[in-house]
């Protein structure tokens, strides 16, 4: 499989605190990759370096064959990049019509929008109930599932997912999970879940990463991850 | 009565434009524009200068009046605010910008245009009579109805185009925006040229009845404060009660307390120091709406 993203060697610095120092990660074509690890591993910071919000300190990040790092913010959502950023972060005062309409910023084929609306709102039908409600009025899950439309209303080849379970009720997550899924299976796109609730992200990715204070601690299959006792004793508790 | 509604009315029209520009700006950017008023009093010069000295129709004049201060925004963003946002991390350094821009329009204005008063004769004659109710002259009800066309346009403008929706997420949340490909710096600067332009408008639709000159600035940057402070600042909507708010009191006060002396504004300061202190946030006050 040929890959869509490699991220080599990125070191990453807040003030003088290193957050990354040396990662590398891949992404192929079609893949659901995780990245797993406790808070501060540095998890959202790989995100934040691709999507360029975040410059890094040295390595390369390639998408596509070509160097990324460097890329603006506005421009890396331009090359096929789209980011669910931690937290949610919809635009509270905006309806959902609004809010996914932003979504779909840098395209301008009208047709092709009205096109991946339907289809988002097909995926999410409680988005269609509520289309024209504000967003802050909506609980944290339906927010979470207009954030992850917003982010395939600009079709993009790779979807950066930034702990989309995190403060949604139990229930809502196996449907945030779900989603995920059927998102890989139906659309062309290939995906980098960053996840604090190891198991569902180990459940439903082909590929993980294990992150520990700025370096790749383990990394391989999910399913072997997923009984590997390192992982068990380190990210999922006792609970398997 | 109904005359004092109807001032109020049309001056809450023209105050509602000029909070909405200033409301607009600190949304985008966290900017106070304290150059705010001297915008205004630019405009005004333009359209007299394109009406009275080049002899040109009241509607070109007004054009150029948005042309002219769209272009000066434009600039000011770019060369002036943009540098100082990005270095500075402290919004004391854009007050104290915005403070010089001020001083600094001033200075141009009066290199430009002088220090007296100038006005634009009348654009149209006549007075409308209601029974004696209600006496309005036809130019202050043709320059109140411009005023409300003009933010209505602004409002379908922010809420219906793309410009104006991603101007919209940029005042709710700069990275996020950024993440749906919203070029922060392009929308600073297109934001801060509408607030500028707005602010061009009204002085070119006011020069027609009150005309203008060099020391209105700062007073009506005043004054568009006192509107985003009661209507809450960042909010379209708030911005436009408070200018209609602004304007009734205005209206109200100088009808009701002439008797007492020029007191009109003494009685607003006191009052809105009151309202401040039970709802410091004003009427809408949230982020952006």
Redesign the interface.
């Known amino acids: 499989m040929t890959k869509i993203l490699s991220v080599e060697n990125v070191e990453l610095y807040y003030d003088h605190i290193y957050a990354l120092k040396g990662v590398s990660i891949d992404v192929a074509e079609g893949e659901t990759v995780a990245l797993i690890g406790a808070n501060g591993a540095g998890k959202s910071s790989i995100l934040r370096a691709i999507t360029g919000l975040r410059p890094i300190k040295s390595g390369q990040i390639n998408y596509e064959g070509q160097r990324l790092d460097g890329t603006s913010a506005a421009e890396v959502v331009r090359k096929g990049i789209s980011m669910v950023p931690e937290g949610r972060r919809a635009f509270p005062l905006m309806s959902v019509k609004d809010n996914l309409l932003m979504g779909a910023f840098t395209r301008t084929d009208k047709a092709e929008i009205e096109q991946t609306l339907e289809n988002v709102l097909t995926r999410f039908p409680r988005l269609r109930e509520r289309y024209n409600q504000q967003a802050n009025t909506m609980s944290g899950g339906e927010q979470q599932m207009m954030v992850i439309g917003r982010a395939l209303m600009a079709k993009p080849k790779l979807l950066l997912l930034d702990e989309p379970s995190l403060g949604i009720a139990p229930k809502l997550v196996q449907d945030i999970a779900r989603a995920i899924v059927a998102i890989s299976r139906d659309e062309k796109v290939s995906i980098l879940l960053v996840e604090q609730n190891s198991r569902m992200a180990l459940s439903i990715s082909n590929r993980a990463y294990a992150l520990s204070t700025g370096s790749i601690a383990l990394s391989g299959n999910s399913k072997d991850l997923m009984n590997d006792d390192r992982i068990k004793a380190a990210y999922l508790g006792g609970e398997l | 009565m109904e005359q004092i509604i109807a001032n109020g009315l049309y001056l809450g029209a023209q105050y509602a434009l000029i909070a909405l520009g200033l409301t607009l700006i600190f949304s985008l950017m966290n900017v106070l524009n304290f150059a705010h008023g001297q915008m205004y009093v630019f405009g005004g010069f333009v359209t007299y200068t394109v009406v009275v000295q080049l002899g040109l129709p009241f509607i070109v004049g007004l054009f150029a009046s948005a042309v002219v201060l769209a272009i000066m925004g434009a600039a000011i963003e770019k060369f002036l605010f943009a540098p100082v946002v990005r270095r500075s991390k402290r919004d004391e350094s854009t007050m104290l910008l915005a403070a010089g821009v001020a001083f600094f329009l001033d200075a141009v204005i009066l290199l430009f245009f002088g220090e007296k008063q100038r006005g634009v004769p009348k654009i149209v004659n006549g007075v409308l009579n209601l029974d004696m109710r209600i006496i309005m002259p036809y130019d202050r009800i043709l320059i109140g109805v411009l005023a409300i066309l003009l933010i209505v346009a602004f409002i379908a403008f922010m809420n219906y185009s ?1 410009t104006g ?2 101007m ?2 940029l005042a ?2 700069k ?10 710096s392009r929308y600073s600067m297109i934001g801060f040229a509408l607030g500028a332009m707005l602010a061009g408008l009204v002085g070119g639709l006011l020069v027609t009845i009150t005309g203008v000159n060099l020391g209105m600035g700062g007073p009506t940057s005043v004054k568009a404060f006192l509107m985003i402070m009661i209507g809450g600042a960042g909010v379209i909507s708030g911005a436009i009660a408070g200018g209609f708010i602004l304007g009734m009191m205005e209206s109200v006060g100088l009808t009701v307390l002439s008797a007492y002396g020029d007191i009109t504004y003494l009685v607003i300061f006191a009052s809105l120091m009151v309202f401040l202190a039970v709802r410091p946030q004003g009427l809408m006050g ?4």
């Open positions: 793309r929706r991603a919209r997420a709710q949340d990275m996020a925006a950024q993440l749906m490909g919203v070029n922060v949230k982020p952006w709406g």
